[in-house]
């Protein structure tokens, strides 16, 4: 258990460093590519421009489609764990921090996208609008790719929709 708990304690300081901090002096290989992917993010974000309907992108990845039905309460209590364990370090629900405020996004964006985002942050990044427009409102800072399954991601999808679900219901 000792060994599980430094193993996601190192996970989650070398995502906040290589994912949050893409303007840090250090210059291992990892960070130089994160400021790559920042440039050419920034520097290509007029060649596309973000859909009239966020809704309709599905994102670039894996996830081509996903079946909502109603919320799952398990996969809801396994998002919020791994929210807590691997996102904090860059995201806040109600608010922005390093990265976007989460409260919401699955009313602003497609559950393929959020997966997708997840799942494939440094392609999401280089090619997607909205990934390129986020990255731009967050200073330049780039999404850290925490290597997560499909499995996670769905998890996690079905925390922000258990959030969001919340937020409509009042």
């Not at 460093?17 to 840090?24: E, F, L, M, Q, R």
Request: neutral net charge; hydrophobic residues 35%; glycine residues 6%.
């Amino acid at each position: 258990m000792e060994k599980r708990l430094k193993t996601l304690l190192f996970l989650l300081v070398s995502g906040w460093v290589v994912g949050c901090h893409p303007h840090s002096t250090n210059n291992n290989h990892s960070m130089m590519n994160n400021n790559a992917a920042t440039n050419n993010a920034t520097s290509s974000s007029s060649a596309a421009a973000v859909p009239a309907n966020p809704m309709d992108d599905k994102g670039i990845g894996p996830v081509k489609s996903v079946e909502l039905g109603p919320i799952q309460p398990e996969l809801v209590k396994k998002g919020e764990q791994l929210f807590n364990e691997q996102c904090t370090a860059c995201h806040r629900i109600d608010s922005r921090y390093i990265g976007p405020a989460l409260k919401g996004v699955t009313k602003r964006q497609s559950p393929e996208w959020i997966m997708n985002m997840i799942l494939n942050p440094d392609v999401m990044i280089q090619q997607d609008p909205i990934a390129k427009q986020l990255v731009s409102e967050s200073n330049g800072a780039v999404m850290a790719n925490l290597h997560l399954s499909e499995d996670q991601a769905r998890a996690l999808l079905e925390y922000f929709r258990s959030i969001d679900d919340t937020i409509s219901s009042k």
